[in-house]
């Protein structure tokens, strides 16, 4: 493996951590809002290497169908007003602690990557520097 494919592996994870970051960040700022469907529902991300050798890190979002949350409050514009859940409102299921816990893993993942590609930088470095007279 070269160089260069160290640079684009290394890349391509900060690239797929950037997008947990973003997805993270949505969840909390979104976590009490509602949408022309509903309540906000919750996104995650996975991530997987590419096939054959290349190994590239893809990231791939999707919104989950957990169940909302039930709070009651018969005084909200957006309480129910018929069924079983008259008088309560629907809430996201969003955890924001665990959105905080996603946000810092995926920084910390970003901060690994940009450490490969500092380390890959300075082997370079190094070695022209060897090679000069």
Do not use: C
Not at 37 to 46: A, D, L, M, P, S
Not at 70 to 90: L, N
Not at 98 to 127: C, N, P, W
């Amino acid at each position: 493996m070269s160089e260069f494919d160290l640079f684009r592996l290394a890349g391509s994870g900060m690239d797929a951590q950037r997008v947990a970051l973003d997805v993270a960040a949505e969840n909390i700022a979104s976590a009490d809002a509602w949408t022309a469907r509903g309540v906000y529902r919750r996104k995650v991300v996975t991530l997987s290497a590419g096939g054959g050798f290349d190994g590239l890190v893809r990231a791939r979002v999707r919104e989950t169908n957990d169940p909302v949350r039930w709070h009651y409050d018969p005084g909200d514009p957006r309480a129910q007003r018929v069924g079983s859940h008259r008088g309560y409102v629907a809430l996201s299921p969003v955890d924001t602690v665990e959105q905080m816990v996603a946000l810092l893993s995926a920084e910390r993942g970003y901060e690994a990557d940009a450490a490969v590609l500092d380390a890959v930088k300075s082997g370079i470095t190094h070695a022209l520097e060897v090679e000069r007279p």
